[in-house]
Structures are given as structure tokens and as C-alpha cells.
């Protein structure tokens, strides 16, 4: 519509310029109306145009926000999860390694932490929504500054730093699986050399890196309070309440 309204003045323009019944003065103050009217309606065609566009831009933001809302929400389950698993690493290994020489670990309390003296613990990146929406550079159009910023720095450094932390505890954990896997010996139908092969000085030495997962924790509460922040902002932003 405003394309045609451009031509239909454009052609009124020379039109007029080509009219030699009226005065030059006419021509001017006409010729002048008519270039008006066509900037005014260039304005409005690229302001009815940006704003289109600028709706369809927020929509696509508002459907990100809600998506990366479900996301965080499982992000914060597992990673919950995640913490409680390295807490329970932690104290199986400070007790491994507690003993005095001379003393024999005790079956009932192996037995108690079994679970993760062996088992692998990562976090299982939800990342597919936020990596496909800044690659197609929208992360730009959230308008929400706080947002935007703690989005960045989650994906960016929180979560990278925690699977810096687990990676490099994991490589100790898969060191202590190939020292079980050399030494492991079974001494009759139902038991094995596990507590003495854990007394041994290398096993030892690789449960004594592992006795301490401070830093992991640390990272790992740090990536959940900046999901709640998120959580309750983009809430906040349209209206959600937490269980929503």
C-alpha cells in the first residue's frame, strides 16, 4: 500500500513540474507537498515495518524465555542431584583415606558408600535451545539487559567451569576404575580384595585427589543460584509464578 502511495505521489510530482499552465511558485509549494507526502509515507511503511518486525522479534524472544524456563528447571533438578552425588564422593573417599596404617577398612561402611566409589558423575549439558538461538545471533534482541547478561554468563562461564571441575575429577575416578580393573581380585563367591586393594599406595594416592570435591560443589551452587535468578526473572517477565 505504501509502495503504491510512493509511486502514485512520484508521478503526481512530475506532473506537476511538467504543467506549464501553472506558475513556477505553484509548481514549488505543489512539488514540495507531494515530496512530503511521499517521505511521510517512506516513514510510515519502514515504522509499520520495524514495528512488524520488532513484534515478530519479541515473540521469537518470549518463546526462547519459556523454553530455556523448562530447561533450567530440569538443568536444576540434575544438577541438584549432581551436588549430592559429589558430596557422597567426597566423604568415600575421605574415608578410605583416613585410616591410620596398620588398620583394615570396614566392610559395613564400604558396603554404605559403595555406590559412588566407582560411579561417574557429569552434567548432561541442556544447551541445544540457547546454542541454536545465538548462533542465529538473536541472543541481541532480549531487551531485558539482566537477563541477556546472566544467560551469557551461565552458558558461557558457570557451566563451563563446572564441567572443568568434573572433567578433571572424572580422569581421577577413571584412573582409580583401571587400577581396580588391573588389581581386582575375587577371594571367594561373595567377596573380593576391595578393601585391601584400596589400602594399597597408589589407590591411596588417587582417593586422597578425590577425598576433597569443594571446588565442585562450589561451582555446582553457583550454576543453581544463577538458574533460580534466571528462573524468577524471565517469571517475573511474563507473569509466571514458580510453579508455572
Keep these: 500500500m505504501a509502495e503504491q502511495e510512493v509511486i502514485k505521489h512520484t508521478k503526481k510530482v512530475f ?48 518463546e526462547f524465555l519459556l523454553g530455556l524456563r523448562e530447561d533450567l528447571q530440569a538443568d536444576v533438578a540434575e544438577m541438584k542431584e549432581d551436588k549430592e552425588s559429589y558430596v557422597m564422593q567426597g566423604k568415600t573417599f575421605s574415608y578410605i583415606t583416613s585410616l591410620n596404617p596398620g588398620k583394615s577398612l570396614n566392610n ?22 540457547f546454542e541454536g538461538f545465538k548462533a542465529a545471533g538473536k541472543i541481541g534482541a532480549i531487551e531485558d539487559l539482566v537477563i541477556q547478561n546472566n544467560i551469557m554468563d551461565l552458558y558461557q562461564e558457570n557451566i563451563p567451569a563446572v564441567l572443568a571441575s568434573t572433567d578433571a575429577y572424572i580422569r581421577w575416578k577413571n584412573k582409580l576404575l583401571d587400577f581396580s580393573a588391573k588389581n581386582r581380585k575375587r577371594t571367594s563367591d561373595s567377596t573380593n580384595n576391595i578393601p585391601v586393594m584400596l589400602l594399597m ?4 594416592n588417587l582417593c586422597g585427589f578425590m577425598a576433597n570435591p569443594s571446588e565442585i560443589i562450589e561451582r555446582y ?5 544463577k538458574m533460580n535468578s534466571l528462573l524468577k526473572e524471565i517469571g517475573d517477565r511474563y507473569g509466571l509464578d514458580e510453579h508455572q
Aim: glycine fraction near 2%; proline fraction near 0%.
Design 15 to 62: 506532473k506537476i513540474w511538467g504543467n506549464k499552465k501553472v506558475s513556477i511558485w505553484h509548481k514549488v509549494r505543489e512539488f514540495l507537498l507531494e515530496i512530503a507526502i511521499i517521505v511521510f509515507a517512506i516513514s510510515l511503511s519502514i515504522w509499520v515495518h520495524d514495528k512488524s518486525e520488532h513484534s515478530h522479534q519479541q515473540k521469537e524472544v518470549k
Design 108 to 129: 559395613d561402611s564400604l558396603k554404605k558408600y559403595q555406590t559412588w566409589l566407582f560411579n561417574i558423575t557429569r552434567l548432561q549439558e541442556n544447551n541445544g535451545r
Design 201 to 204: 599406595d597408589e589407590a591411596q
Design 221 to 225: 551452587d553457583s550454576c543453581i543460584s
